[in-house]
């Protein structure tokens, strides 16, 4: 009886570390994932700002073609009237 007790305390104690041990990896996880959370906002503002940019980039031409090709078309209206 005595020997059952015994081992049965020993697997408690095995269990008890064991769950200290997936305690400590528990914790250690969950804070990888909060910097890793951290580290994707900042690059979605990195990638938001870069596509801004990006945009802007795009919008200049296109804002300039349009004026171009406002006035290429009033100068053909004109010689075509004369």
Do not use: W
């Amino acid at each position: 009886m005595d020997d059952h007790l015994n081992q049965l305390q020993l697997e408690h104690a095995k269990l008890m570390t064991h769950a200290d041990l997936a305690r400590k990896s528990l914790s250690e996880l969950h804070a990888q994932v909060c910097e890793l959370e951290e580290e994707v906002q900042m690059q979605k503002l990195v990638i938001s700002k870069n596509t801004e940019g990006k945009r802007e980039a795009i919008r200049r031409p296109c804002f300039s073609l349009e004026h171009y090709h406002s006035g290429y078309q009033d100068l053909r209206q004109l010689l075509h009237n004369q």
